[in-house]
């Protein structure tokens, strides 16, 4: 017969097994869901004068509303679907395109969270809620505007107005370039 101690020390080891094997049970039924991963070809621009000529839409704009995570149909197969964040722009400043300063237009980003499963592009990085920053945007009749790059196409503007570019993006953009690619904008 054994002693007390080590029924104690069997009923301890038997009560943590059995809360390991519940929350295994648990998380294979749906608690913990896997990511799913995107890998996009983007354009890689060398210079702020490609930038400009490839974007049907050159804007500065704040950002009015933090981005909300919806699945859209964006071209291929009728079945494809990909998971976006979309994101409301308030435009200060037109340089070129067909929009005016005060339009609110959606811009929409590959990835998000969506029905507790996240969506990744590693390449991107979202724009933050109430930054303004210089956007080389591409346009569609039928969905939010996009990037043209996740990390070339957005230029976040520092406390001067100054379009900075984010860690990784080798392009520089500056009033001088903007004034000489957009006169009297």
Request: charged share 20%; hydrophobic share 40%; net charge negative.
């Amino acid at each position: 017969m054994r002693d007390t101690g080590e029924l104690t020390q069997l009923r301890s080891r038997a009560a943590l097994l059995g809360v390991v094997l519940c929350a295994l049970f648990v998380a294979a039924c749906g608690g913990a869901k896997e990511p799913v991963y995107y890998h996009a070809d983007w354009q890689v621009f060398d210079s702020t004068d490609a930038l400009f000529e490839s974007a049907g839409l050159v804007v500065e704009a704040t950002i009015a509303r933090p981005g909300v995570t919806d699945e859209l149909h964006i071209g291929g197969e009728p079945d494809e679907t990909s998971v976006y964040t979309i994101f409301e722009v308030a435009v200060t400043r037109v340089l070129k395109g067909d929009a005016a300063v005060g339009d609110r237009f959606k811009v929409k980003q590959l990835g998000g969270e969506l029905d507790g499963v996240k969506h990744i592009d590693e390449e991107t990085v979202y724009l933050a809620p109430q930054k303004s920053y210089l956007l080389f945007l591409e346009t569609y009749p039928d969905s939010p505007a996009s990037l043209l790059n996740p990390i070339q196409a957005q230029f976040p503007l520092n406390a001067a107005g100054d379009p900075t570019s984010l860690p990784g993006n080798d392009v520089t953009v500056t009033k001088t370039d903007l004034a000489r690619l957009a006169p009297g904008a």
